[in-house]
């Protein structure tokens, strides 16, 4: 009723002559600003006003944006403040501080309200006397009209497109991921702040999960972040408006990526997957004995089985005590948070070193990963590196790469063969793997399991009673030989028999084993 009775003013400075109600209007950044002053109150030492304050900003309703509008009144946001008791001095200046506060909850529309919106809170003040605080949402004026606003929101993200993890990384059944920002502006149109967001993981592959450091909440038409970096996607499929200062969304420099648990250091048994077996081909006077924490291969001077006071040395090796939380992650730049979803690429080398990689039990690497999002969506998610079976040299092994497939959540791995490996725990030096020999890698929701088939030939070379790798040593240093065994279906496993021989499998020696000059008699382990 006082815009449509048009008693405007450009400054209240003073109370005199004055048939309330009037207005003082503004428009900043294309929102208009009507202050309406009205209720007079006189009292001997002040005069008090009742004040309301109404901006109509550019953004939709959310009933208008989700096509649900019903065509009352504007179409596009409107903010009310109020207060009924600003007080005055009788020569019209405010006394005190002229904050004015948000009456009620307000939502915010966005391009796609139901997945990305923001809550603007109502105002209130806590404490009394010196002691009191404004908090929630306001606006500060003075005799010339609107002097700034306090911002008091919360930006509130769809289940469908993140969704709250806990401190191990897992995606929690309910909830949905809600940020809080607080700021002053002078401008409704310039809102550029840091938001506090808790860790998320994308809705469409949560066995990723994303630690914040600093993030900032973009609103503003004028400016990005300085450091903001747009995906290519976002240039190549056409997400961007024209003017990139006008991307309006949540932007994070730094953050921790969590990866898929089924990427694991060694320590770590949450899966159940048991800890690497250990074993040693032993050469005596007695025989040759083969023997391991979960499988045995012997063959006795005359072909029979291990003596029953045979007790096998100690274990060489250490096992690591689990540890509690054993999710890889590793550092990340540029995620993005908008209209259209959640997008980044993330490249990392040297993730995880041979020396420190568990494939439930055996070594392994990653060195090189790449995961891209874009709206929401996994594009594409690859590592590679190489994986060692138990029984070869540390410093051996097959190549791979892997990617996942995001629909089913699963691994495909290519191995690369290998042509020659040596297998120091047993003797083996210069082994040739033939073709039709692989690995093969089965994932479970918390390891990956692999298998080795393996066929070929290897030398045996070794010191009497030794137990460490001889293959590097000098030919003539070496106390027992044999030119040439044959493997066929050896297989390597983590899971059952570590160390077997599949149905149709052998071993076979092409020549006699000679310990110091003398022949060995050994029978076909077939």
Known sequence: ????????????????????????????SN????????????????????????????????????????????????????????????????????????????????????????ILRPYYETGTGSNTQALGTFVRIDCDGFVEMGVDADVLFSRDWIVPVNANADPLPTGRVTGSIQTIVNDWQNILVEIDLPNFAPASYTDV?????????????????????????????????????????????????????????????????APPSNGMLILDETGMYAYGDAFELHQGAKGGPLPEEFIPP???????????????????????????????????????????????????????LELELVASDVTGFGFGGEVGIPIAKKTQGFGYSAFVNIPDR?????????????????????????????????VTPDSFEPVAVLNGFAAIRGKLGSKEDDSD????????????INFHKLRLATKGSKISLMTGGYLSFESEIKEMGYNLPIADPK
């Not at 208009?32 to 309703?61: H, T």
């Not at 403040?81 to 307000?106: E, M, R, V």
């Not at 040593?473 to 030119?483: E, Y």
């Open 31 to 118: 929102v208009p600003i009507a202050i309406v002053f009205d209720n007079l109150r006189l009292y001997p030492d002040y005069a008090q006003l009742e004040v309301i304050v109404g901006m109509e900003l550019p953004q939709r309703k959310v009933s208008a944006t989700t096509g649900q509008y019903t065509g009352a009144g504007s179409e596009y946001v409107e903010l009310y403040f109020g207060t009924p008791n600003l007080k005055f001095s009788h020569d019209g200046g405010i006394i005190g501080d002229a904050i004015i506060g948000l009456y009620s909850n307000t939502p915010i529309g966005s391009s796609d309200p139901s997945k990305f919106s923001m």
């Open 473 to 484: 040593k000098p030919q003539d240093s070496l106390s027992v030989k044999a030119p040439k």
């Open 209 to 273: 999960a994303f630690n914040l450091s600093t993030a900032v909440f973009d609103f503003s038409d004028f400016r990005n972040s300085p450091n903001v970096v747009f995906p290519p996607a976002y240039t190549q499929q056409g997400l961007l408006p024209p003017n990139p200062t006008m991307w309006r969304g949540v932007f994070i420099k730094n953050l921790e990526v969590t990866l898929p648990r089924q990427i694991k250091k060694k320590g770590c048994n949450t899966g159940g997957s």
């Open 314 to 368: 100690e274990e060489d090796v250490p096992i690591a005590a689990a540890v509690s939380n054993c999710r890889t992650a590793i550092g990340g730049e540029n995620l993005l948070i908008d209209g259209h979803g959640v997008s980044g690429k993330f490249y990392a080398e040297n993730i995880i070193s041979s020396n420190d990689g568990s494939m439930d039990g055996w070594r392994y690497s990653i060195e090189d």
């Open 1 to 28: 009723d006082a815009i449509a009775a048009g008693n405007f003013l450009r400054r209240l400075d003073s109370l005199a002559w004055i048939d309330f109600p009037v207005i003082l209007a503004d428009t900043i």
């Open 410 to 442: 699963s691994f495909n791995f290519n191995v690369t063969p290998v042509d020659t490996l040596t297998f120091p725990v047993f003797k083996m030096a210069d082994v040739n793997i033939y073709p039709g020999s692989y690995l093969d890698i089965t």
